[in-house]
T-cell receptor, first 113, second 113 residues
């Protein structure tokens, strides 16, 4: 079975802190994605990566950055956390080539105080 | 970019009845339409998908229909069971990217015993 793991299920940080969210997949997928999920807004794409060291902005990249140094790992970075970044963060991965199924991790519930 | 609207936001049905969730999309070039189910405390999981070269696809109690002319697609669940209770998301491929999906806002389905 494909497994996508996220470093934390719950995280509480203070305003202004630098926050790292880690995601690891074990299926050698080329594509990896970071979404945030908010009630009534569905899943919104923050960033995605289709290869090591490659990244593309999604719909809401402001306030976030990403890093992909290894194929299996994709990190989301909040340079200076703000209260409006309190949300559920979901990581996903998929095979390269024709668009298809994305496999999601369990999510990280981030609270910024 | 792509815009996907999903209705209704909440849906309650009696066990054994059918449930229908509808989505509309804006980009006529979209060609891939998946549906995801998210159970409490878990990440979304693909339950069925359809590509634009077909109008309907079935998998046991679940079916998806696509009307490309009207730019809408629907999820049909027959003989609903309590374990169908979850949040369901539709999505559409974003023609500007070979990998990106745009998600709807989600439907909370509750199956009443």
């Amino acid at each position: 079975d494909v497994k996508v793991t996220q470093s934390s299920r719950y995280l509480v940080k203070r305003t202004g802190e630098k926050v790292f969210l880690e995601c690891v997949q074990d299926m050698d997928h080329e594509n990896m994605f970071w979404y945030r999920q908010d009630p009534g807004l569905g899943l919104r794409l923050i960033y995605f990566s289709y290869d090591v060291k490659m990244k593309e902005k999604g719909d809401i990249p402001e306030g976030y950055s990403v890093s992909r140094e290894k194929k299996e790992r994709f990190s989301l970075i909040l340079e200076s956390a703000s209260t409006n970044q309190t949300s559920m963060y979901l990581c996903a991965s998929s095979f390269g080539g024709r668009i298809g199924e994305q496999f999601f991790g369990p999510g990280t519930r981030l609270t910024v105080l | 970019g792509e815009n996907v609207e999903q209705h209704p936001s909440t849906l309650s049905v009696q066990e054994g009845d059918s449930a229908v969730i509808k989505c509309t999309y804006s980009d006529s070039a979209s060609n891939y339409f998946p549906w995801y189910k998210q159970e409490l405390g878990k990440g979304p999981q693909l339950i069925i998908d359809i590509r634009s070269n077909v109008g309907e696809k079935k998998d046991q109690r679940i079916a998806v229909t696509l009307n490309k002319t009207a730019k809408h697609f629907s999820l049909h669940i027959t003989e609903t069971q309590p374990e169908d209770s979850a949040v369901y998301f539709c999505a559409a491929s974003f023609a500007g990217s070979a990998r990106q999906l745009t998600f709807g806002s989600g439907t909370q389905l509750t199956v009443l015993p």
